[in-house]
């Protein structure tokens, strides 16, 4: 079943929307305003207590460093390291380099706070909880030899330094302004002036690390220009070596020689094509001449006038002839000797031209050999010289670096603690102690499963509560009846006479006249409603029989202690008659059965068919028959009685009753087909239902009662 107290914060809107319901939720916190009270002075004690006994005061100190993007140059040179750029990453890096462990490290080491027991808590004198926990870890391990590193030993040295350096991390702070280069270093400690000293160095030691990097870096370019120039003059001279022995072997070659010889060429080129035109022309003649086998033939292709005038003077005589055939045949000889000088020529020219051709292309590899080797000692020599330059400028740039950064204030000794906070420790807790005191009152509340209204045992059951009796005012049960005699307008006078009356209207065709009084456990007023019931029933001039149901424990000796040793068993054995039986108190209109030790089983007394008998007997007899029995989950008396009984009324105690005893007393009942008839709300607290936030304006013990009841 859903829990009710959850439910007095959420009210459900619609299907499945629930909403929290702030006035409830504010009614419950007012009513454990106590607790809350009482937790949040806890907190503010302990607070309090923290601050101005336990805590150690702590002392912040702040040093103030800007970075400088623009940098005087001493020197006009090229520098080999450069200056801070200011942009965002690198602001974040040097951020980030002010909080590396290298700098704090460095610190360590400068201020030697290894030394120190602020920051080497090997050296503090151990707290009780420490001493307490060593004190136990020596009993648990007493006889083992020991394990760990000597204290002198590197890695233990190595530990304890590291150790030292996160603990001072932790107490400094680095903070950029935004929108600027100035970074604040806040140092907290217990010492003033340590927390002063140790601002400073982290300051100090950083720029010092920006001039000891700028410095390694040109002492590292140095170093690495030196070997590189000597590396360089080495490869210069084996080039210039290179190109002075390829010199010396070969003949002087340039481009003017080179292109004197391409000269040449063409011209030998110009002459071969000339002469191989000329000795073409040769062939032709000569070969016309040797084809000449005609006189007139021959004059056409001799195209000789020495020729032309012999054979003019005829060529009939044979001495003309003789002339014609000598001068020919000497023409023929001429153009011979004219194609054998004329192919010798040609032979000459192409010689010479291959000769020449052959002296281009060796002294063109040999020219492209040689730039190449003087190209390459050009290039070295350019190398040399540059490197030696930067060697020469980084070389004067040793002595004058300088950082990116410098210190715009230092950080001053302060005067008074900045931790703890007392006042805001103290507020802290206060809010804290409120917030944990009102989760423990809305937890006690959710976990709450008790009753405290009619409604939420209405609701929680699914029956009619008829009757709310408050708590009687009486130190013992023997007072109570005497409490209803003496004050009749009271208020739990009233809430008996309203159960009887919501008992009297229960039922519309008939009146009940056995009525039955039980409740889950013992101690939940059913005896109480029992005895009032009876007495204000009484109290109509009815004759009520009032019968002790609860024989193993006979609660009515309590409220009578003049009633019969024999009671209800003797009566159902015939061992004593119902009328010496009975018993009718001094005060008290009803007539009273009492219960009595006996060796028979109640369970089997009460299912027997002489009790039945009885109880038809005594409807007879009186007009209200009222049976105290036992708690339903004790024993199965109620359930057993209830089989003769014309009603039955269920007593749950305000606020202590359990919804799950409740739950198991109406199953028991369910499981044996009886229904009942309504619930009582039993002993209830006045003040706590005003507490809780039911007695205030509305309810049965509402403020507007008061005219009504006496106090």
Known sequence: ??????????????????????????????????????????AVFLAGYYAYSVAVPLYRSTAVVILETQQDKVVDLQAVVGGFSGDATAVNTEVEVLRSRG????????????????????????????????????????????????????????????????????????????????FNVTVESESPVKSALIADTFVELYILNQIEVKFEATEKATEWLSNRVSELQIELET?????????????????????????????????????????????????????????????????????????????????????????????????????????????ALRTSEEDVSDQVVKQGQDLIALQQLTREAEATRLLYEYFLTRLKETSAQEGIQKADSRLLSKAVIPGAPSAPRKTRIIAMWFVLGAFLGSCIVLYREMKTSTFRTASELEQHTGYTVIGQIPLIPSRARLDTLSYLSEKPTSAAAESIRNLRTSLMLS?????????????????????????????????????????????????LNEYFPTLPKTGIASVLNGDVKFEDAIHRPKG????????????????????????????????????????DTPPVLVVPDARI???????????????????ALVEESMRFFHNSNQRITGLVLSQINEKGMKSYGYGGDSGSFAAYGRGYYDS
């Not at 009032?532 to 109290?539: M, R």
Request: no cysteine; aromatic share 6%; hydrophobic share 40%.
């Open 507 to 555: 039922s519309v065709d008939k009146k009940p006249q056995v009525i039955l009084s039980t409740s889950s456990i013992p101690g939940e007023g059913k005896t109480t409603v029992s005895l009032s019931l009876a007495k204000f029933l009484s109290g109509l001039g009815k004759s009520v029989l009032l019968v002790e149901g609860d024989i193993r424990r006979r609660t």
């Open 641 to 659: 009685i209830a089989e003769n009984a014309d009603a039955i009324l269920f007593s749950v105690k305000w606020d202590s009753t359990s919804k």
């Open 239 to 347: 080039a210039e070596k290179k190109v002075s022995g390829f010199t010396a072997q070969t003949q002087l070659v340039s481009v003017e020689a080179l292109q004197a010889l391409e000269r040449q060429i063409k011209d030998l080129r110009d002459r071969i094509a000339s002469a191989e035109t000329a000795n073409t022309l040769i062939e032709a003649r000569l070969a016309t001449l040797l084809e000449a086998e005609s006189d007139e033939a021959k004059l056409k292709a001799a195209n000789d006038a020495t020729l032309d005038r012999i054979a003019s003077g005829g060529l009939d005589s044979e001495t003309n002839r003789n002339l014609f055939g000598s001068r020919y045949a000497a023409l023929v000889e001429r153009a011979q000797a004219d194609l054998l000088r004329s192919n010798q020529q040609l032979t």
């Open 588 to 627: 008290f209109e009803a007539d009273i059965l009492a219960g009595e030790k006996t060796n028979v089983n109640a369970a089997d007394l009460f299912s027997s068919d002489t009790f039945k008998k009885f109880i038809a007997e005594m409807r007879q007899k009186y007009d209200f028959i009222i049976i």
């Open 103 to 182: 700098l704090a490290g460095k610190v360590v080491d400068r201020l030697n706070l290894i030394e120190d027991p602020e920051f080497n808590s090997r050296l503090r004198k151990p707290g009780m909880i420490a001493a307490l926990k060593a004190r136990v870890s020596n009993l648990i391990s007493s006889g083992d030899a020991p394990t760990a590193f000597a204290p002198e030993s590197e890695l233990m040295q190595t530990r304890i330094r590291d150790n030292v350096v996160a603990s001072l991390l932790s107490k400094v702070g680095i903070r950029n302004i935004t929108r600027s280069l100035v």
């Open 1 to 42: 079943m859903i829990n009710q107290s959850s439910q007095n914060f959420a009210s459900t809107q619609g299907d499945g929307d629930e909403s929290i319901n702030i006035s409830a939720m504010v009614s419950t916190l007012w009513r454990g305003k106590w607790i809350i009270a009482l937790v949040t002075a806890i």
